[in-house]
């Protein structure tokens, strides 16, 4: 069966203001998904910041969820919700791939998101986090980071857990060569019981503190799901992927 071309609209311009209304019908979603087909070239990045902008402008989005380690994206958060800092793009997103999120395009979504958040209450701006869990001791150094500043009981726990634990540098491979060590087995269980523990410290008045406790969390959360990941390299493929698309789509095991 050939498909019907008259189902498809001719878009104008990726300038043109009216760009991002065409997809206007996808206004009542609860979540837009702007995958791999918009990952590229600067028109695709151009494209999918005119349409982020729509969704957030239009119809009230607050939550830009990409591709990324928390651990790299928090600081995006930190700059547009939370007014800490500017973003140093020679250091930002050491894990990934430089045109994945080192574009210009993007560069100006996240100056468009923090001027856009400016004049709003915290409990109304865009937020920025991270989904993926490829990096297991940088979340780890993240999350030690965050119980350090706030003098955590639990910090003493936490570098023992990572000294112990993550000293593979980011290597996956050399990690799941060992994954049946019994420390390692036993390790993993104890950051869960660190994260399970870490979770009953939320502040509980609203504003910048409570904003950088979640921030931690989600590191916690990748640091666990990252260690599977890790792990499951020693048995096989499908394993392996399933670990990481149950995480971005939502652990329940260790965020609820």
Known sequence: MLFDCSLLDELPPIENPSFATHFDRFSDAKLLLLGDASHGTSDFYTARAAITKRFISAYGHKILAIEADPCDVMVLDRFVRLALGEVDWDKAFPHANNWVWKNEEFRALISWVSEWNRHLPLKERV???????????????????????????????????????LNFKDDPAAYASLASDPFRIEAAQLISELLSSFRHTEPKAPGPERELWFNALLCGVSVVNSERFERSEAKDFVTKWNVRDTHMWRDRRTVD
């Open 127 to 165: 937020a920025i986090f991270g989904l993926d869990c490829l990096k297991t001791a940088s979340s780890m150094n993240e999350l030690v980071g965050y119980l350090e500043g706030s003098n955590s009981p639990l910090v003493e726990q936490a570098r023992h857990l990572r000294s112990g634990m």
